[in-house]
């Protein structure tokens, strides 16, 4: 690399907006509204206002920009999931403090969690995104499992449904939530979705 | 039209597997595979094993069919609209008969639910469906209004929220349920999905 270049590159990784962690916010962005396959590098270049070669320069390829982007949503779950195992509480606690975690990262990372929702599995990034999905899920279950075992989770229905039905509802929120616009307030929403999944609409007679 | 063109589509119409209600089951198919967009009449027409002319003799344009689709799931939800609200009993059991009526849809119509679901609204028709799909969240939200007023609701969560969090619980299943593979059996889908909506994950102290 010639002195000049390293000094356009040491100028752009100075410049606000062209760092990686930009690029990255609107690559997810792009993904989003296209689809992953539909966006290409000169999509994400035009939205940038940069020349592909500037993103070149952070990744070597498409696929990585969506590793990253899926990694922001499954290091969040992961962080989430840690958490409520180190918890010395009964395994109904550690579950609903396992939806608290979840929903703080739908919240606090809507688009890549948006991303992650949308996975197929069509390629080797997304087939590795979808095994630490299930992994996730597996954990769900087995909270699940022992708190029922404990008495405290109804046992009239399947235990793999219920756990459905709660991923389900958790993350049709992506659907609706724009940070910001919330109509939980002064209710968090997690406060909303753990009252209805763990309590139920009906009021107990 | 010809007396030998006339002879060929009565032939058509009566051979199995041409009539309009399987290329619609085969259209609804290919538009859940490929999205509406990328479907073309010619992906149809190599799926149906049949000319694009044998299409274009039902419908004349591709958006016919997404009509017909979207209309078989959302007839199926005015349907199950209609029969809570001739109930004569309080609102949150005509709620729980209409969360039923829409499980049984999504039971019975799933490719059909499962395409109204991804509708964002790009064209007149899938705008249309948008409408009827608001006014059925519509009845929805006021059917749970009156079970709040009647006590029977939980007052401690937004009623927006409530019911977003309950149509994202339902529709959810779309994702994965298939037809003859359920595991909820003996329990029945909507039993499961009624036990949790109303009465919640945990068990009562």
Redesign the interface.
């Known amino acids: 690399m010639t002195a000049t270049a390293a000094e356009g590159i040491r100028r752009q990784r100075g410049r606000p907006g062209y760092d990686l962690e930009s690029v990255l916010q609107v690559a997810v962005q792009v993904f989003n509204e296209r689809g992953y396959d539909g966006a290409s590098m000169e999509d994400l270049a035009k939205r940038l206002g940069i020349a592909k070669s500037a993103i070149y320069h952070h990744v070597s390829r498409k696929e990585e920009l969506l590793r990253m982007a899926l990694d922001r949503a499954l290091d969040g779950w992961a962080g989430a999931a840690e958490r409520a195992q180190e918890l010395d509480a009964p395994a ?1 606690v550690r579950l609903e403090m396992l939806v608290r975690g979840t929903m703080a990262v739908l919240e606090t990372r809507l688009p890549y969690v948006t991303l992650l929702l949308r996975v197929r599995g069509n390629t080797e990034v997304e087939r590795a995104a979808l095994e630490r999905r299930r992994s996730f899920d597996r954990l769900v279950a087995s909270l699940m499992e022992e708190a029922r075992r404990d ?4 046992a ?3 235990s ?3 756990a ?6 958790i ?3 992506v ?2 939530y724009r940070p910001g616009s919330s ?2 307030a002064p ?1 968090s ?1 997690a ?3 753990c ?10 007679r």
Chains 1, 2 share one sequence.
């Open positions: 109904i008495g405290d989770i109804r009239d229905v399947d793999k449904v219920t459905r039905l709660l991923s389900g509802m993350n049709s929120v659907e609706w109509p939980t209710v929403l406060d909303s979705a009252a209805i999944a763990f309590g139920g609409l009906r009021v107990p």
